[in-house]
Nanobody
Framework: QVQLVESGGGLVQPGGSLRLSCAAS????????MAWFRQAPGKEREFVAG????????SGEDSVKGRFTISRDNAKNTVYLQMNSLIHEDTAVYYC?????????????????WGQGTQVTVSS
């Protein structure tokens, strides 16, 4: 059973930056694909970005492209989400997820393991 632990959330002013981290308890085929989702109050959980073991990545919403960057350090079993130029609409709980397979998928049901989430609040 893979465990995912997120960290790095918090309160940041508009225009600021945060880096989220997600550490997996083990390296296995179950973490071939790792991703970040987010869920704002009253909204569905949405795909933010995903990354393969190879480092190849994909982003979700157009609103985060160019501002958010996903990366992973396989030696540390850790995936990161660098978030720059944050805006109020980025406020949400951010979740780390993992799945086996070779493709980055953008739907919640495609992932087998989830972290507990970390709150990101963008406010002045």
């Amino acid at each position: 059973q893979v465990q995912l632990v997120e960290s790095g959330g918090g309160l940041v002013q508009p225009g600021g930056s945060l880096r989220l981290s997600c550490a997996a308890s083990e390296r296995s085929s179950s973490t071939n694909i790792m991703a970040w989702f987010r869920q704002a109050p009253g909204k569905e959980r949405e795909f933010v970005a995903g990354v393969k073991w190879s480092g190849a990545s994909a982003s979700g919403e157009d609103s985060v492209k160019g501002r958010f960057t996903i990366s992973r350090d396989n030696a540390k079993n850790t995936v990161y989400l660098q978030m720059n130029s944050l805006i109020h609409e980025d406020t949400a709980v951010y979740y780390c997820a993992a799945r086996s397979g070779q493709a980055i998928v953008t739907v919640v049901r495609g992932y087998d393991y989830w972290g507990q989430g970390t709150q990101v609040t963008v406010s002045s």
